[in-house]
Structures are given as structure tokens and as C-alpha cells.
């Protein structure tokens, strides 16, 4: 009956997707209502912790090392020498928790092909290939249930050690027998994988797909065969959303949109000309500058920079998922752990402008943005260069006060739009916030 429907809802595609048979078809794809509160419930949560982390954390050289030299089977030989001793799934909820943020999105199986979670559709993985023996992903799903932190799941697309993996266009030195590739049996791998993932960690907030690019779809026309995987983590979990950080306009059955390195709008690192949609939107961004990993990358972004980040993303709507790549003994970096501890220092005194905000009427000003909730637009000054700031709104102003204290804070109507804030002094806080209060 299952399959029946999968393949009606193959029969009514269209847009971007190619159906096996090599026929166009459209995707209509109406969001539930669990999906509608979950995306709601997303939105609000605004900011979580990105993970990732793998046998390549071993290597210490990020989570691309397999791609830029090792064969696969010279690389695989690290999983008999992992036994990250000091992983402590309530002690990483606990930081991530006390920095404020309300999901993690944890590396479940990333390009290598290693799985971090006991997966009984191949021994690559955690509990079975290395002497730690731990199902890690179990551990963290019963901490996030305990301590009440969603739990999101990476999940890479592409493959570069299994031959059946249709290789694109990475991947391609790690020595596999590519007359072996098989996208059917690579297929009903990942969805076995899924269903295992879905079944078995309890509620799943979102998956999180990554690699689509690694196909060009305009030069091979690679079918991923997204619809019938989507509807498949639908079916299974029926509040579970879709994201898949493939740097496109958003496909039909997804539920999240994904910006990678930049706040949505902007394309600094080359991957964001997509248009913004309607969606929950989110953005991921390394402390440092790599995902995994990596010995030589102490260039952390300080506190006030990542909290300028979340802020800048807030203002325009987007949530924020900020990426710690653990050490090989399973411990967080000391520096990831100081930025956790001072943004949940602002978090506990500023997340009433940031949590379930959305955007004010007017974009981000040179001195910086603005959240909005109710009758309350919340001014985040985060490098005024005068004592004066105007503030574009068309909303009617009836009262301004310091958010910290309270203190009245003088302003005046514009003659054109919005007001004018005068204040004391130039601010010299990471976000000094002016509440106003509207009609
Ligand atoms: C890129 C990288 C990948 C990383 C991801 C996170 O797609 O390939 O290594 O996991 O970005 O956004």
C-alpha cells in the first residue's frame, strides 16, 4: 500500500525532479499540521549547536580529509583506534543547554561514510568498527529527552567510501571500484539507514541533508529521488522536518530552508545566491573555521562576534546553527566551550528579544538590526557610531526604554519615517537594546 502511494506521489511530480522512469513530474507537497507547529516550534526555538564528528576527527584535519589524499581502506583503519574516553553525551547537552540553544544537529553519517550510530545496514560504524563499541547517537537522543534539547540528524547524501555510492564530483581519489556503483542498492542503503534513524533515537526534530551538489544537476541530470525519500521520514515521523543544504531554491517537501556560512541575503562564501523562501530559515556557521575537527584552526570568532551573528540572523528572521567540531576524546574545545559559555550568559539576560522574535518592519541598519514581538520592536545597537539612531520604522512609537534597565530613553518622530533615538552615550555593549513600545 505503502509503495503504491509512494509511486502515486512519484506520478504527480514536476518541478526539478526526475521520477526513475526519466519523466518530469511535480511534487505537490502540503506541509501537515504537525509539520506547521513543528516548523513554528523551530522557528521560535531560534538557535542550536551543530556537531560534527566522525573517525576524522582522529586525524584532526576536518571532515574533508578523506577527500584530499587517503585511500578508504587506509583511512577506515583509524575506527579500530577510536575510543573517545571522555564523550559524555549530559555533559555536551548541558553546555549546549547553558549557551541557550534549544536543538542540536548531530553528524549522523557524513561524506566518509562512517556512521556514528549502531546501524546494522553496514559494520562501518561506531558501535561495530571501533573498541569504544558505544552506540554515541543513543546516548545523546536519551540526554536531549532527559535535559529537553531536540535532537536534529546530519545526514550526508554522498558516500565516498562505498562503491555502490554513483560518485559525483568529490570523492573521486579514495580508491573505489567504481564499475561497482549502484544508486538502487545505494539507495535502499540510505533509506534503511533512515528508517533505522527514525525508529530507533526517538522523536527526530529534523534531518538535515547534505551532498546534493556533489551531482550537477544541470550537466548529468542525477536523480536523487528526494520525493519518495522525503515522503518516506514523513510517513515515518510525521513531525520530523526536512532541510537539505543543497544551496538551491527550496524543493517541494522540504520544511526548512538552509543558508551555509552566511546570514540568508547575503553570499560571502559563495553558496547563498538562492532565493530567500517562506520557510523557518537557518543558517549554519563554523566558531572557527572549519566543521570538523581540526588541530591547526584556532581562529575562533569571539564571543561578541558570534553573538552579532545570531543577533544579524534574528533580525531578518533566520535561526542560527553554530558548529563545534568535538576532539577525538569526545570533549568539546576549551574555546568552543568559552563561546557556549558567553553567549549563554547573554542568551539568560537578552533571549526575550531573540526567542519566538521575528523581524521588525525595517532591514538592518549600519548600526545594526532590530527583532520584533507583540507590541514591542527590540533595537539591537551593535556598533552605533554617534549617539544618534534613526530608526526607520513605520510602526507608531509611544515609549523607548533601555531593555537592560528600563530607563526612559529620549526620541523624536522623524519627519519623513520612523524616529530618532538620542542616547546617552555612544554604546560600548556587544548589543545595546532599545525596547519600543508600539501601538
Ligand atoms: C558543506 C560541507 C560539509 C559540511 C557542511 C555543513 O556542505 O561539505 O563538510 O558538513 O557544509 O554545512
Not at 574555546?335 to 558567553?342: I, N, S, T, V
Request: glycine share 8%; charged share 25%; hydrophobic share 35%.
Amino acid at each position: 500500500m505503502k509503495k503504491l502511494m509512494l509511486f502515486a506521489l512519484c506520478l504527480t511530480f514536476m518541478s526539478r525532479f526526475v521520477c526513475a522512469a526519466g519523466n518530469e513530474i511535480e511534487y505537490k507537497y502540503e506541509p501537515t499540521p504537525e509539520i506547521l507547529k513543528a516548523q513554528k516550534e523551530f522557528s521560535d526555538n531560534g538557535f542550536g549547536i551543530f556537531i560534527h564528528w566522525g573517525i576524522y576527527s582522529m586525524f584532526g584535519q576536518g571532515e574533508w580529509y578523506l577527500n584530499y589524499g587517503p585511500k578508504a581502506d587506509e583511512y577506515a583503519k583509524a575506527a579500530a583506534g577510536f575510543y573517545p574516553a571522555r564523550f559524555d553525551a549530559s555533559e555536551w547537552v548541558k553546555a549546549f543547554k547553558d549557551a541557550g540553544a534549544r536543538y542540536v544537529t548531530f553528524t549522523s553519517r557524513h561524506h566518509d561514510g562512517f556512521s556514528m550510530f549502531g546501524t546494522k545496514q553496514s559494520d562501518y560504524n561506531i558501535v561495530d568498527a571501533t573498541p569504544f563499541k558505544r552506540d554515541v547517537l543513543k546516548e545523546l537522543a536519551d540526554e536531549c529527552g532527559k535535559q529537553g534539547l531536540k535532537l536534529h540528524l546530519y545526514y550526508s547524501h554522498i558516500d565516498w567510501t562505498r562503491p555502490d555510492y554513483p560518485s559525483g564530483r568529490t570523492g573521486l581519489t579514495t580508491g573505489r571500484d567504481s564499475t561497482l556503483r549502484d544508486w538502487p542498492k545505494y539507495y535502499d542503503f540510505m533509506n534503511r539507514q533512515l528508517r533505522e534513524l527514525l525508529a530507533n533515537y526517538g522523536p527526530i526534530g529534523a534531518i538535515w541533508f547534505d551532498g546534493w551538489w556533489d551531482h550537477d544537476f544541470e550537466a548529468d541530470k542525477f536523480d536523487w529521488q528526494l520525493p519518495q525519500q522525503y515522503a518516506m521520514i514523513h510517513d515515518l515521523q510525521p513531525a520530523c522536518l526536512i532541510a537539505n543544504n543543497h544551496h538551491e531554491n527550496v524543493f517541494p517537501g522540504e520544511n526548512i530552508q538552509i543558508f551555509e556560512r552566511d546570514v540568508p541575503g547575503e553570499n560571502t562564501a559563495g553558496y547563498s545566491s538562492q532565493d530567500i523562501s517562506s520557510l523557518p530559515l537557518e543558517m549554519c556557521q563554523t566558531m572557527n573555521g572549519m566543521w570538523g575537527y581540526k588541530v591547526v584552526d584556532q581562529n575562533y570568532k569571539s564571543v561578541a562576534q558570534l553573538i552579532h551573528l545570531l543577533v544579524k540572523a534574528r533580525g531578518i528572521g533566520s535561526n542560527v546553527l553554530l558548529n563545534i567540531g568535538p576532539q577525538p576524546s569526545g570533549e568539546l574545545p576549551a574555546a568552543a566551550l568559552e563561546r557556549l559559555k558567553g553567549i549563554g550568559e547573554w542568551m539568560s539576560k537578552y533571549g526575550e528579544t531573540y526567542y519566538a522574535a521575528s523581524p521588525s518592519d525595517f532591514p538592518a541598519q549600519t548600526w545594526g538590526t532590530s527583532t520584533r514581538k507583540g507590541n514591542k520592536i527590540y533595537v539591537h545597537i551593535l556598533s552605533a557610531e554617534g549617539t544618534e539612531i534613526n530608526v526607520p520604522t513605520s510602526a507608531k512609537v509611544k515609549s523607548a526604554r533601555t531593555f537592560e534597565d528600563g530607563s526612559k530613553v529620549k526620541f523624536a518622530k522623524n519627519k519623513d519615517k520612523g524616529i530618532t533615538l538620542y542616547l546617552d552615550s555612544i554604546p560600548d555593549a556587544i548589543d545595546h537594546i532599545v525596547e519600543l513600545e508600539i501601538e
